[in-house]
């Protein structure tokens, strides 16, 4: 069986396709002999921070605040290391009301850029639906990571593609009723906000940056592939973790999953609507991550309580045959058959009416037992997230938001 493997991926793109707003000329700068980027004195460009808000112009760009952060003015969790002095710029681009709901939109940003600067750019694409300026630190991917790119000397940008998230709970998606905003947050706030960045980053340092970086997970991989195809030309790398590719159809994929779930839940008696988490416990799943970790926790030939070989453990586990059949009701020791059934089609891919594929299988993996999981599949693919990113952010929603509050 196929499946993505969804997890780190460092992505370098050699093609170039166009697509990205063009602000700036390709101008590299010095370089050590050790390969090391030369660092660039703020004082050549601009000789105080706060003089930044003056000197800067760029086309429907305003700097709305502009401040020296000291030396170990921050400190991160799991970084043992103070945040270095660096010049804190917050803005927006492309101010406007918009005709269809007659809200303010905008692409905000906020940019941290290093007085001890490695000469390089680091754009920070954040996850979700976006909505807000996730802090310009640079984080790098992975569990615990214990430095970022702005420790590492790395001038840095983040965003929220366009859109404010508004209060109450479809506050996530409302902003999709508005077409400028839902293509800003698809794919124009990097190709608007990047050469903005870099004439920036030329305004104060007085260069531009020898490398320029986009990186990201889940929404933001996607971000990072996106700029990729368009903006090709304007990065030297691209650092995509486990991008959310074709998200339409990956929210419609949860939705048809929400459909099998409901077959094996009991009726809320809140809502009178199936309680989708309550097709599988706590200890159900348990039941269903040890039988994968018996049955693969070997194929990479150390027995360590890791699966390794994630590829080989697909075909070696059979939720029908590894999986204990209950006779009667499940109690964490066995699954239903028709568990077992919800399981199997859920991991193999929703598919349509025709038996057609409609987006990626999903691989079994010991992690089916974490909240996260369950969180993932219970709680955001019933309300709000997914039914709103389909009906807001990826179709033409409708004009009244309130035809879609109403969810249980």
């Not at 999709?176 to 800003?184: E, F, H, K, S, T």
């Not at 920036?200 to 320029?212: A, E, F, M, V």
């Not at 990065?235 to 159809?249: E, M, Q, R, T, V």
Request: aromatic share 8%.
């Amino acid at each position: 069986m196929k499946y993505e493997k969804r997890w780190f991926a460092a992505i370098m793109i050699v093609f170039l396709l166009s697509g990205c707003a063009r602000g700036v000329g390709v101008k590299k700068a010095g370089v050590s002999p050790d390969g090391v980027p030369t660092q660039a004195v703020p004082s050549k460009a601009v000789a105080v921070c706060t003089d930044l808000g003056k000197a800067f112009r760029y086309p429907n760009a305003e700097l709305t605040s502009v401040s020296l952060v000291p030396e170990g003015t921050l400190s991160l969790p799991g970084i043992n290391d103070p945040m270095p002095e660096h010049c804190l710029v917050k803005g927006k681009m492309n101010e406007r009301v918009s005709k269809v709901d007659g809200k303010r939109y905008a692409i905000g940003f906020e940019m941290r850029l290093p007085t001890s600067w490695n000469g390089r750019f680091f754009y920070q694409a954040n996850g979700g639906l976006d909505g807000r300026v996730v802090n310009a630190y640079g984080d790098i991917l992975g569990g615990g990571p214990t430095s970022n790119g702005l420790l590492k000397g790395f001038a840095v940008i983040s965003s929220d593609a366009g859109h404010q998230m508004e209060e109450g709970p479809i506050g996530d998606g409302v902003f999709g009723i508005d077409p400028q905003a839902r293509i800003d947050y698809g794919y124009n706030a990097v190709a608007q906000l990047t050469p903005m960045a870099k004439n920036l980053i030329r305004t104060y340092y007085g260069r531009l940056p020898d490398k320029s970086y986009i990186v990201g997970t889940s929404n933001g991989g996607r971000h990072a592939m996106v700029a990729a195809s368009r903006c090709a030309d304007q990065y030297d790398g691209f650092l995509a973790g486990s991008p959310g590719f074709n998200l339409p159809k990956a929210a419609v994929a949860q939705l048809w999953g929400v459909q099998q779930y409901r077959s094996v839940s009991e009726t809320s008696a809140k809502t009178n609507r199936p309680d989708v988490s309550t097709s599988f416990s706590a200890a159900d799943l348990q039941l269903v991550s040890g039988s994968i970790l018996g049955k693969c926790d070997v194929l990479d030939g150390l027995a360590d309580n890791i699966v390794s070989d994630i590829e080989k453990c697909q075909s070696a586990f059979n939720i029908e045959n590894d999986v204990p059949t209950c006779s009667g009701p499940p109690d964490g020791k066995c699954l239903t058959k028709s568990q077992k059934e919800v399981l199997a089609k859920v991991h193999a891919g929703a598919k349509n009416s025709a038996g057609q594929s409609l987006y990626a299988s999903f691989p079994w993996d010991v992690g089916i037992s974490s909240s996260a999981w369950r969180t993932w599949k219970f709680a955001n693919s019933t309300g709000p997230r997914d039914p709103l990113a389909v009906g807001f952010v990826f179709m033409t929603p409708p004009v009244q938001p309130t035809l879609l509050t109403g969810h249980g």
